[in-house]
């Protein structure tokens, strides 16, 4: 049993692949961490996330850096969205995420293109999304409590040109699966959209 989650940032999936896992009982895979980890390494580095070799050379990364809190902050995920472009990352990333989602049991993975490319034949794949505007809010609420500042409006630019990058990029560019089934998060709160999620995934098993 695999459960796909795909969509956009700040669309509520991460959320809703945690409370799929312990709903279901299957492990989840948070894969833009895994981005995340490269978009971060580079820097460690002195490399340019830009530059497929440096890009490359990164995805090399300490299982460590996975546990590290900077990975979650805004610029990190910049950096992931940059790296994640180019095709020899992404293929270096394969494998690790493949195997995750074979495992004996199931899993449920988040993330662009689990649907699409690494588990195409997910039983239940999900994409989730909600409107720059909703996403935005909760992000920026999100932040307020972390005690962050920031503007809505540049939080709304960067998720806008996130967007831009995800969906543009020639590989594995973000979009529904043809058999996703999409669930559209802005008018929901928390508990609505995972009980939406739920009641997808169940009625696609
Ligand atoms: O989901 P998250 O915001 O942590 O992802 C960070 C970035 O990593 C995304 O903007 C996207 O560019 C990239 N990513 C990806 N494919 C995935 C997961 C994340 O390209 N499966």
Do not use: W
Not at 162 to 171: A, C, G, I, L, T
């Amino acid at each position: 049993m695999i459960i796909a989650v795909d969509g956009p940032t700040a669309s509520g999936k991460g959320t809703i692949a945690k409370a799929l896992s312990a709903h279901f009982g299957v492990p989840h895979l948070d894969t833009g961490l895994l981005y995340r980890a490269v978009g971060r390494q580079v820097l460690l580095a002195g490399g340019d996330p830009g530059d497929p070799d440096d890009a490359l050379a990164a995805c090399r990364f300490e299982d460590a850096l996975l546990e590290d809190p900077v990975l979650r902050d805004e610029e990190t995920g910049g950096l992931a969205s940059r790296v994640s472009v180019h095709p020899p990352v992404r293929e270096a990333l394969f494998a690790r995420q493949r195997a995750f989602a074979t495992q004996d049991g199931g899993a449920v993975l988040d993330g662009r293109d689990i649907g699409t490319v690494i588990a195409p034949e997910a039983a239940a794949k999900l994409f989730i999304t909600a409107s720059v505007e909703a996403r935005a809010h909760r992000r920026f609420l999100e932040m307020r409590e972390r005690g962050v500042k920031v503007a809505l409006i540049e939080i709304q630019d960067d998720l806008r040109r996130r967007d831009e990058r995800d969906r543009n990029r020639s590989v594995a560019p973000l979009r529904p699966a043809e058999d996703a089934m999409v669930i559209d998060t802005s008018a929901l709160d928390r508990d609505e959209a995972i009980a939406a999620a739920i009641e997808a995934v169940t009625f696609a098993m």
